[in-house]
């Protein structure tokens, strides 16, 4: 009998280990976002990495947990030692031979280590002025801070956050966020009780009298409590009917104040793509990531900067006029005239000109200074010259 027992074990575990195996890659990784979710939202919450590019990242580097590194280092994310680690190590051949890994006691400490190597390293710290639902930044951010050597590292990336649908855990990280701040609905006041609007239930109590005075329940929204909680019982105030004119302490419930609606400025161009002076642009808001406009518009980030003339940055901090394609040597027109607060740069974006040629033709260097009401040229003197003097012979005629 104790034979028969051993031998339906050993099948049994045959078996199961048979049906681990022949799991799909999809089954695999949708069984790693389930076990690490959690994980990836705690993250968020503390540090700010997108919950979904975090588990992306992990699916990615850990072969969705199935990576030698991942099974006996519990590393997810394939950090390496570097000088600061004092931890436990492990070597195995990655970009070169025998290579130092770091070890984790668990799952969670690679997360939490995750986070923390991104989050306290200058090189990464751009990341962190994106929005967290900006994954095209993050990943291509990722790549550009050298993350990975791997060229299409933040395609692979983004697909899985697509495929697997992983926006869903950033979203939910925020709204626990906003949960957590937003301010209490009921404070504590002591008030005149004559003036306070409140529902008078007179009882009898036999040997005082007493009356019981309930104040206003608060709002139902906010009375839903998470489940296993126990609900409170609405605050009541015992006293005698004689005392309803005294100030006593009661839990009241301030009203909602209506906010003024506050008119949104509308934006000064178009959105999308639009053109000027036979040249695309864009406006681009504020917070904008340019490596994410970059691969948005299939341009480098590096002629980005040169078509609009400015300096490398990565995040947009004003809302900005931005070409995608180099800009013209002339004018639409032949005069611009400067307005209060204008600068070369700010007319060669308005006007879709090159910076080397307005300089050129009104005799400026870079660090000239214009003047309201200055008239600058958008096309050469002489050009415009030779327009003008053939205008009047064709009207002599």
Same mark, same amino acid.
């Given at each position: ?27 695999? &990784?949708e ?17 700010g ?32 030692? +570097?000088?600061?680690?004092?931890? +436990? +190590? ?38 962190f002025? !994106? ?7 993050w990943a ?16 692979k ?12 855990? &950033? ?7 906003e ?5 209490e ?11 306070l ?11 005082n ?7 206003? $329940? +608060?709002?139902?929204?906010n009375?839903?409590? $998470?489940?296993n ?38 934006a ?6 639009f053109?000027?002076?036979?040249t ?21 980030l ?10 490398e ?7 900005? !006029?931005?070409?995608?394609e180099?800009?013209?040597?002339r ?58 003097a053939?205008?009047?012979t064709?009207?002599?005629?």
């Amino acid at each position: 009998m104790k034979k028969w027992i051993v031998l339906l074990s050993v099948y049994t575990c045959f078996c199961a280990n048979s049906s681990a195996q022949h799991l799909s890659v999809k089954e695999k &990784t949708e069984a790693y976002i389930n076990s690490y979710k959690e994980l990836a939202i705690e993250e968020m919450l503390r540090t700010g990495v997108p919950a979904s590019i975090k588990l992306a990242q992990g699916i990615l580097e850990s072969q969705f947990g199935e990576s030698t590194l991942a099974k006996n280092a519990n590393n997810h994310f394939g950090i390496k030692c +570097k000088t600061e680690w004092t931890g +436990k +190590k492990t070597y195995q051949d990655d970009d070169a031979k025998g290579e130092c890994f770091r070890v984790y006691p668990n799952a969670a400490q690679s997360y939490k280590d995750h986070s923390d190597f991104l989050k306290t390293r200058p090189h990464y710290a751009f990341l962190f002025k !994106l929005e967290p639902t900006d994954i095209t930044g993050w990943a291509y951010g990722l790549k550009r801070a050298g993350y990975a050597t791997n060229p299409t590292y933040p395609e692979k990336l983004l697909k899985i956050v697509e495929d697997y649908k992983l926006h869903q855990y &950033t979203m939910l990280a925020l709204a626990i966020r906003e949960n957590r701040n937003a301010p209490e609905q009921q404070v504590t006041a002591t008030v005149d009780a004559t003036k306070l609007p409140v529902q008078l239930a007179k009882e009898e109590d036999g040997k005082n009298n007493e009356a019981r005075i309930q104040v206003n $329940e +608060k709002p139902r929204e906010n009375k839903v409590l $998470e489940e296993n909680k126990v609900k409170e019982e609405p605050k009541v105030a015992q006293v005698t009917a004689e005392d309803t004119a005294d100030k006593t302490e009661y839990t009241i419930v301030p009203e909602k104040k209506v906010e003024p609606a506050i008119e949104k400025k509308a934006a000064p161009y178009p959105d999308g793509v639009f053109t000027i002076n036979h040249t695309k642009a864009i406006y681009a808001k504020e917070g904008t990531s340019l490596l994410a406009l970059a691969y948005r518009y299939d341009i480098s980030l590096s002629k980005l900067f040169d078509f609009n003339e400015i300096p490398e940055s990565d995040i947009l901090d004003t809302d900005q !006029l931005l070409f995608i394609e180099k800009k013209q040597k002339r004018g639409a027109s032949d005069l611009h005239e400067v307005a209060t607060g204008e600068t070369l740069h700010t007319v060669c974006q308005k006007e879709g000109i090159r910076l080397e040629s307005l300089l050129e033709y009104n005799k400026l260097k870079k660090d000239s200074q214009l003047s309201a009401g200055q008239k600058l040229y958008l096309r050469s003197p002489v050009e415009i010259k030779n327009a003008e003097a053939k205008a009047k012979t064709k009207n002599t005629k």
